[in-house]
């Protein structure tokens, strides 16, 4: 602190006499201070001025010197030189670099020479800090005069790596001790004293703060001032920025306004805030009263002395007492306050005499910033005004602010702005910025005509970005907005006029701001009329279609550098706010549009409250719900013509807008930022709106480019989203719904009355043709959706449980979706067979909420799914139990409703006349009796079983019984149509036993004998009661069509119902007691009114317990019946361990692959080597080495010459081998195939694998004969293209080609991520996954869910092993069941046969060509042995013996001298085994079986009766004569049971 400071402090106290003396003192030193200071920066910059002259003249005669070598080298060179201008810009580049480089190298010495002496005791870094002063500020008034983005906060080497000043700064902060010493030592008052130099250190402090905020562009300010806030540095620059000489006291407020941009730091020091910020504002008030006063006197460029005007009159206008010439001033009072005035005056007048001279140079061009040496006073109230926006946010200073008149003083900064010089008035808008985050602060702004004034900040200039700014923080306020919708139209005009000018030639981030404000102010109606009368739409469409990250064409290799992950992650910003104004644009489109339509819809209601609905305020704010929304979306597009246009939309599709927020959302799959949640959802919404005009379906179904020139379609971009793909948001999966259900759900007949509200025409003779248009739009809808997986998509979405607190409202989506698409026949047809359906699955998930709290999101779960069980099921009204509206459950209703109740009337009038015996009427009982012809009988005790509708007190058994009955025969369609009823019913009575709230307990049934009068009653508050317990049938509803009946009937209802009848009860009792049975049949014999009815259970067939008894399939063969299916089931029941190949017996050998060729197995392995063993003794005879990696597939074709080789991670992946000779050799090298497979009939091509391309290789040349590339990829991980047992058809990546005309023929749905599919040898099916598809119809014929994740591989004896291959195991670890077992199934009906546990995992598995032998790889690793890996052979049909099975279950089995395990000891006939025999067998044989002599093979014991089989599955498809033929073996598509 200087000594005039400390002088002045001991002043304050005092009598008056003595604050006279003092305050005479002060102003001596004072001045002296002053007088000093301004001659020391006067005597610097005439240094400056002759050095910068000097340096100007060297530079010119250096320039001279080269014009002049230049003149004569052109004198001697030929005038026509074509490379002159190209050689004169190099020059200009070279003078540039060489530049560059002596700066460089000027701030290394001078680097360099501080580390040299900086050690030295009594060392003076002013120099150095000077010197490095100069430069930075030399390099930054370069930088600033590009005009860069001032709001941009980046390193200004990121911003503009070519730069100068962004490398000096990044070469200072390498200096870490250098910097360590600025930060610390150098903003010391006593860092001279602790050298032991008797110096002040102020020329110091003010030349470190002056470096510091140089270089702060390039600082963390957050590791900066925290050190500073742990060592008091703070607490200094505080003093400094109270109370201290200039500049020091403009550079201490500085470093305070970066400081307070850390708010740990401005709530740490608030009380210090608290006193600086009145200070600082009246220190404002000062400047801008003696800049007006001088201006208003000196018009000629502020040409006064700095003692007269600055001084004098300063010390003059201070002296009025009470600031009468500066209404804006504080009020000052008190002795104390003196001091500090005279100090203030003895400051500014340094300022503004440097303001003198600073305007003298500038005033010819524009200004682009304001530097800080030397230190003036536009300088002074920028560093104060920054420091007055880092806390104008806070709530605590607002009070100042209004004390302090702030308002005034920004009016005042704002008023005669100059084109030329607004960076002032930039900063004053930054701080008025910060103001308007307050409600009040914005409404007084309004109310003093802030707005006007905005509007006349002169554009372009840099305070058009502070104006950016202003409105969108004015917009965030919406009663600031409202009041500025109430102002005359002109200025509104203007307003929205100036936002558009910003966002088509301002900076990025005004462009943001402006983009943000229009976002907001959509809402008000006036802006958004007005915004459209401005061509709004398209110039903030212009914002982001010229953005390179969205322009497929940019994505070259020459255009990659032009695009840094700056300038990707700003233009990635850009599009998110531009998305989320244009979501806000159609929202309040659709508001207006739909509020338009209800009023024109309700024109004739008289209500005065809809009129005021209606009627909407255009000053108000428009908001809507997600589910208000999109509930009026459904409505309106029930009510607009198919080919109906809105201008909105139409203007967004003229401009390529529905296009590019669907591309916006495709590649936000590389995004990694934290908006693109929103961004996909803003995206997502607009189309949702946008979903209003069928058009934009088109759109949605067509192709659009991606990044890496493929294409993709729209619907796909928007079924990733809703799969979680993009994100897992929960609002971006509910918004990608919300955009499938407007679109699949869309209405084929709307509503084209007089009441539309967006209508193409209402002409009968063009309705025909609208009708048709729609039904092929949203066919092309739903065959887009389904192109795209989008039923898997829905089904998983549907059985979600997580984030869960949106689960709820997912599944109602996605179901409401999955209803929609099931109007497509072939979708319903999928559908039904799925086990979401047929297994029962969806009616688990209707039961109970995922949450409770959201039961209303799931009452309409349930509605939808409904619908959806109505649409796959066929039926027009649901089933009477909404929590068990299964399947099966909808069959067996159909089944009761088409059954005849027939009864004896005989029991009935016996019953009748009991009961009236019972009530004491016996001449009526004996009337009775003798006209019907009861007999005589003696009083007995009958044991009536208990009815379910009697409701006295029953056991818990009983009562059990009774709820089961009306859980199952409540009413769905009244439940789901009376939410309220469904909700109550879920509370009370969601468990059996209880209470129940429903007013039907007896079901419904719509195909009633039309003898009987079904029985109807009126619904009435009284029905709703609980304690009225009623067993009458609901038929109809007030106002409401009949439920449960024929439609054509349901319109005929009458309002009142028919009488009650004595034969209608006992027929809905009867009909009860029927739907209790567990397999009710159609026609029934009489009921008996005695005795509970129960239809018989079906006979247990009898073939089923004698499946495994040889016994008697040996008799039933016998007599005539074939039983070569269950032969065939009993012999794959039983596996028995052969032969074993250990890679313990080889050094550093793991087993991953195997294929069986007549007696030898080829085994590929880890290391990359392919091995050839024989299969008898377990002895390898050859191997190679085959690639760099492990093999991961090796195949032999049937000859076992050729041999191919695949390897996923290395390159080449596949080879085609030769054998010969014991010896591997190469014959055809595929790189990029991953999987290859033989050709089946003449085996003399390949079939290669890329990815989801599939390739057709020939053998013999090399060459390419075909290639299959899906146009809409289902892209399995695990894709394996296949071929047809006749070579005709391709399977690849689920998509089915024709191989002679390359043409795509069928895609199949998606329903797994990793299996393709393969074909049935019987060429008529495809196995994908689990399901199993019909290559005739291409529809879906059943899933097994045995097989999910699993490999298929078929065998000749007519079944499926079904493994999981450790290589997919990896890729879905979750759906894997048997890691260490394979199932084996019947290749007719897909009936489980055995699961087989090896008790190790499973690499690979093959049949051999017979089927008689199965081999596969497995490997075992346990916690302390290394990993080991065999190769087992096992015999079909055999059963282990005991020996085998305990080596079975051991870790690792021993094994004997020749590679067997010990197994194969215990059976020696086994090598004389006919199937081995077959291996070796010629042509000569003449009975034509396995060569040995006997006439008999063991295949033909599985098959010799199979070709006489009929309908074995008992289907009835009719089916058995189709054969397929494999190996020597023919089998049927079924065989028979008798």
């Known amino acids: 602190m200087s000594e005039g400071g400390e002088n002045g402090n001991e002043a304050l106290p005092g009598a008056a006499q003595e604050a006279v003396d003092g305050q005479a003192e002060t102003e001596a030193e004072a001045a002296l201070m002053a007088e000093a200071v301004a001659i020391a920066y006067q005597s610097e910059d005439d240094d400056d001025e002759e050095a910068a002259a000097e340096g100007a003249d060297a530079e010119e005669d250096a320039m001279s010197a080269g014009e002049a070598e230049a003149a004569d080298e052109n004198e001697n060179e030929s005038d026509s030189n074509p490379a002159a201008e190209d050689a004169s810009a190099n020059q200009e580049e070279d003078t540039a670099a060489d530049r560059r480089s002596s700066t460089k190298k000027e701030l290394t010495q001078i680097i360099d020479r501080w580390e040299q002496l900086q050690t030295q005791s009594g060392y003076d870094p002013v120099p150095t800090l000077k010197s490095l002063a100069e430069i930075f500020e030399r390099e930054k008034d370069a930088y600033m005069r590009k005009d860069p983005d001032p709001l941009d ?126 200070k600082m504002i009246k220190r404002l008030h000062m400047l801008l009263a003696i800049s007006k006063s001088a201006t208003a006197d000196h018009p000629s460029a502020l040409n006064y002395s700095a003692e007269s005007s600055a001084s004098g009159g300063l010390l003059c206008w201070m002296a009025c007492g009470n600031g009468a010439s500066a209404p804006q001033s504080p009020q000052h009072n008190g002795s104390g306050i003196a001091s500090s005035n005279h100090g203030d005056a003895s400051n500014m007048s340094i300022l503004f005499e440097n303001s003198r001279d600073a305007f003298s140079q500038s005033r010819y061009y524009k200004r682009m910033y304001i530097p800080l040496h030397p230190p003036t006073a536009d300088a002074s109230q920028k560093l104060i005004m920054r420091f007055l926006t880092s806390l104008g946010e806070y709530q605590e200073f607002l009070a100042m602010a209004f004390e302090n008149n702030v308002m005034q003083l920004i009016f005042g900064y704002l008023e005669n702005l100059d084109r030329r010089d607004t960076c002032l008035a930039y900063e004053v808008l930054k701080y008025l910025a910060s103001l308007l985050c307050h409600k009040k602060f914005a409404l007084e702004f309004i109310s003093h005509g802030g707005l006007e004034l905005l509007l006349k900040v002169p554009r372009p200039s840099l305070a058009t970005t502070g104006v950016s700014i202003a409105i969108y923080y004015l917009a965030y306020c919406e009663d600031a907005m409202e009041r500025i919708c109430s102002m005359q139209r002109p200025l509104i005009s203007e307003l929205v006029r100036y936002a558009l000018w910003i966002l088509g030639r301002c900076h990025d981030s005004s462009k943001c701001h402006a983009t943000m404000f229009f976002s907001l102010s959509f809402q008000f109606k006036v802006i958004l009329d007005e915004f459209d009368a401005q061509d709004g739409l398209r110039k903030l469409y212009n914002v982001i279609s010229v953005l390179k990250i969205l322009d497929p064409s940019q994505n070259d290799s020459d255009n990659d550098s032009d695009i840094n992950d700056d300038v990707e992650c700003a233009s990635r910003q850009m599009v998110r706010h531009v998305c989320v104004a244009l979501k806000r644009y159609m929202e309040a489109h659709f508001f207006f549009k739909y509020n338009s339509f209800l009023s024109q819809h309700y024109a004739t209601s008289s209500s005065p409250s809809s009129s005021h609905y209606f009627n909407q305020n255009p000053t108000v704010a428009a908001k809507l719900t997600f589910d208000q929304l999109h509930e009026q979306i459904r409505t309106l597009q029930e009510h607009t013509s198919i080919r109906g246009h809105w201008q909105p939309v139409d203007q967004l599709m003229k401009l390529g807008g529905i296009s590019m927020l669907l591309r916006i959302i495709a590649f936000s799959y590389d995004w990694v930022n934290s908006g693109r949640s929103e961004t996909v959802r803003s995206a997502l919404d607009a189309l949702s709106v946008c979903c209003v005009i069928p058009r934009v379906y088109v759109v949605l179904c067509e192709r659009i480019q991606m990044l890496d020139k493929t294409t993709t379609s729209g619907f796909c971009s928007v079924l990733g989203a809703a799969a979680g793909e993009i994100t897992s948001d929960a609002e971006v999966l509910k918004s990608a719904l919300a955009v499938l259900c407007h679109c699949v759900c869309s209405p084929i007949i709307r509503k084209d009355s007089g009441n539309s509200l967006i209508k193409f025409g209402n002409s009968s003779r063009k309705n025909k043709a609208n009708h048709k248009y729609a039904e092929e739009l949203i066919e092309k809808v739903w065959e887009s959706v389904c192109s795209n997986n989008g039923i898997v998509v829905l089904l998983s979405l549907m059985q979600t449980k997580g984030p869960i607190t949106d689960a709820d409202c997912i599944r109602g989506m996605a179901c409401r979706a999955l209803a929609g698409l099931a109007r497509s026949d072939r979708v319903r047809q999928i559908v039904s067979k799925l086990p979401l359906f047929a297994g029962g699955q969806l009616q688990c998930l209707m039961r109970d909420p995922i949450l409770q709290e959201k039961r209303a999101e799931h009452v309409i779960f349930q509605k939808y799914a409904l619908e959806l069980l109505e649409r796959v099921s066929g039926k027009n009204k649901a089933l009477n139990n909404p929590l068990d509206p299964s399947l099966s459950n909808m069959h067996k209703a159909n089944v009761i409703a088409q059954t005849r109740i027939q009864y004896n009337e005989q029991q009935l009038y016996q019953l009748i006349f009991e009961h009236l015996e019972s009530k004491g009427l016996s001449q009526t009982a004996q009337m009775l009796q003798r006209e019907v012809g009861l007999p005589l009988q003696t009083p007995t005790t009958r044991s009536f079983h208990q009815s379910p509708f009697d409701y006295k007190a029953l056991s818990s058994g009983s009562s059990i019984s009774r709820s089961r009955l009306r859980s199952r025969m409540q009413d769905v369609n009244a439940a789901i149509m009376s939410n309220g009823e469904l909700n109550r019913s879920f509370g009370d009575d969601s468990t059996y036993g209880g209470a129940s709230t429903s007013t039907a307990s007896i079901p419904n049934f719509s195909s009633l004998n039309s003898v009987q009068t079904p029985i109807k009653i009126r619904r009435t508050e009284r029905s709703i009661s609980s304690v009225s317990r009623s067993i009458q049938k609901q038929i109809a509803e007030p106002g409401g069509s009949a439920v449960g009946l024929p439609e054509d009937f349901a319109s005929s209802v009458p309002l009142y119902p028919k009488r009650v009848t004595l034969n209608t009860i006992v027929t809905e009792y009867l009909t009860n007691q029927h739907s209790l049975c567990n397999n009710p049949v159609t026609t029934c014999p009489q009921f008996d009114l005695y005795e509970p009815h129960k239809c018989p259970d079906p006979r247990p067939s009898r073939l089923l317990s004698s499946n495994y008894n040889l016994t008697s399939r040996h008799f039933r063969t016998q007599a005539g019946f074939t039983t070569g299916r269950f032969d065939r089931r009993y012999v794959h029941t039983h596996f028995s361990p052969w032969r074993t190949i250990r890679s313990a017996e080889y050094e550093d050998l793991e087993f991953t692959c195997c294929d069986l060729v007549g007696k030898y197995i080829i085994v590929g392995t880890q290391q990359g080597d392919g091995r050839v063993f024989n299969m008898n003794d377990g002895v390898e005879q050859f191997y190679s080495n085959c690639h760099n990696f492990s093999v991961d597939a090796i195949k032999a074709n049937r000859a076992g010459d050729l041999v191919i080789t695949s390897s996923f991670w290395r390159t080449p992946t596949s080879i085609l081998w030769s054998i010969a000779d014991n010896e591997f050799k190469s014959k055809l090298t595929l790189s990029d195939v991953t999987y290859c497979e033989f050709s089946q009939t003449a085996q003399d091509r390949l079939l290669g694998t890329q990815n989801e391309c599939a390739t057709l290789f020939d053998i013999n040349t090399g060459s390419k004969l075909s290639t299959f590339t899906p146009t809409i990829p289902n892209q399995y991980t695990k894709n394996r293209a296949t071929l047809c047992r006749t070579d005709e058809l391709v399977l690849s990546d689920g998509v089915l080609w024709d191989v002679r005309s390359g043409k795509e023929i069928h895609k199949f749905d998606k329903f797994n991520q990793c299996i393709s599919g393969v074909f049935h040898p019987n060429c008529l099916e495809i196995i994908s996954n689990t399901e199993v598809w019909d290559l005739r119809t291409f529809h879906l014929l059943q899933t097994v869910p045995v097989l999910d994740q699993r490999n298929c591989t078929f065998s000749p004896m007519h079944v499926i092993y079904g493994a999981s291959l450790g290589s997919d195991r990896d890729h879905d670890m979750e759906t894997t069941t048997y890691d260490t077992s394979f199932n084996v199934l019947d290749a007719y009906d897909y009936s489980s046969i055995a699961t087989i546990d090896v008790k190790r995992n499973i690499n690979d598995l093959s049949v051999s060509a017979n089927g008689s032998l199965i081999a596969v790889v497995e490997d075992y690793s346990g916690y302390e042995s290394k990993q080991e890996t065999y190769v087992k052979i096992y015999a079909v049909g055999v059963k282990k013996n005991e020996r085998s099975e305990e080596e079975d279950d051991e870790e690792v089995p021993e094994s004997d001298e020749d590679g067997s395990d010990t197994g194969s000891e215990n059976s020696p006939n086994f090598m004389e085994f006919p199937m081995l025999r077959n291996f070796n067998s010629s042509s000569n044989d003449e009975d034509g079986d396995d060569g040995d002599n006997d006439g008999y093979d063991i295949v033909d014991l599985f098959d010799s009766d199979d070709d006489d089989d009929e309908d074995d599955d008992g289907d009835g498809d009719g089916d058995d004569d189709i054969d397929m033929e494999l190996g020597d073996s023919v089998f049927d598509d079924g065989s028979s049971d008798d």
């Open 153 to 278: 906060s980046r390193h200004p080497y990121r911003a503009d790596p070519s730069c100068q000043y962004g490398l000096l700064l990044k070469l200072l902060f390498r200096k870490d001790v250098f910097m360590g010493k600025l930060l610390n030592d150098y903003l010391r008052e006593n860092y001279f004293s602790r050298q032991t130099i008797s110096r002040s250190s102020l020329e110091l402090n003010i030349l470190a703060c002056r470096l510091i905020l140089e270089i702060m562009p390039g600082l963390e300010t957050t590791a900066v001032f925290q050190t500073a806030n742990d060592d008091g540095t703070i607490n200094r620059i505080y003093s400094w920025a109270e109370d201290s000489i200039e500049p020091l006291q403009s550079y201490a407020t500085g470093l305070l306004a970066e400081a307070m941009e850390v708010s740990d730091i401005a709530i740490n020091y608030r009380d210090q805030n608290m006193r600086l910020v009145p």
